[in-house]
């Protein structure tokens, strides 16, 4: 198994697998890091990988995320690693490359895309829809039927009312309150959320 990210989020996924009795690890990184605990930290190889070869992305940054996503794609398969400790409806759709930390919660038809990041014990309730890349911070709430777009980043401790729609690559800053629709682009922060660039 391949970690792509020798960062901190790293290191959460790295024990995120571990719990998955998933042992056989090797880390990633552009740049020069040193090992995680045991774990060797390499450059990329395009030549290591292969068909049976799976990698978790473990990049918080939405867009490098989808970088890095696009550039392996049709060299390796994506892992969607689950804590065991995270409570989920066997009604939710978990996209691939997604990774589910400790203390979330999904209800029931709700639809996750891939590359996710649904972070520690953040909240989603029924009906919801993530498109691909987007981050869930932790201990977020997306009450029901909430949408958000591609590539966008739910601040920590944000809640969005029910059926709201969030954009395409927007970010809602920390402890924000979203009680308005959110269009592509867009910063919004406070309580209740104000757009500050869009």
């Known amino acids: 198994m391949i970690v792509f990210g020798a960062s901190g989020h790293g290191k959460v996924i790295i024990e995120l697998l571990e719990i998955n009795d998933i042992s056989d690890i090797t880390v990633w990184d552009d740049a020069d890091k040193p090992d995680i605990w045991n774990y060797p930290v390499e450059k990329p190889s395009l030549d290591q990988p292969g068909s049976d070869t799976s990698m978790v992305i473990a990049i918080g940054n939405n867009s490098t995320r989808k970088a890095v996503a696009n550039k392996y794609a049709q060299q390796v398969s994506f892992f969607t690693p689950v804590?065991?400790?995270?409570?989920?409806?066997h009604r939710v759709t978990i996209g691939k490359g997604t990774?589910?930390?400790?203390?979330?919660?999904?209800?029931?038809?709700?639809?996750?895309?891939?590359?996710?990041?649904?972070?520690?014990?953040?909240?989603?309730?029924?009906?919801?829809?993530?498109?691909?890349?987007?981050?869930?911070?932790?201990?977020?709430?997306?009450?029901?039927?909430?949408?958000?777009?591609?590539?966008?980043?739910?601040?920590?401790?944000?809640?969005?009312?029910?059926?709201?729609?969030?954009?395409?690559?927007?970010?809602?800053?920390?402890?924000?309150?979203?009680?308005?629709?959110?269009?592509?682009?867009a910063t919004v922060v406070g309580n209740p959320g104000r757009i500050i660039k869009g």
Not at 117 to 127: E, L, P, Q
Not at 128 to 133: A, E, K, N
Not at 134 to 141: D, E, G, L, M, R
């Open 83 to 89: 804590h065991p400790a995270a409570v989920i409806s």
């Open 99 to 185: 990774v589910v930390m400790a203390g979330v919660t999904i209800n029931t038809d709700t639809t996750i895309g891939e590359h996710c990041i649904i972070n520690t014990s953040a909240s989603i309730d029924h009906d919801c829809r993530l498109d691909d890349f987007v981050h869930i911070s932790p201990n977020a709430t997306l009450c029901g039927d909430v949408t958000v777009g591609e590539g966008t980043h739910i601040g920590a401790g944000s809640v969005v009312i029910q059926g709201i729609r969030i954009g395409r690559w927007t970010t809602i800053g920390a402890g924000t309150v979203v009680i308005k629709d959110v269009p592509d682009f």
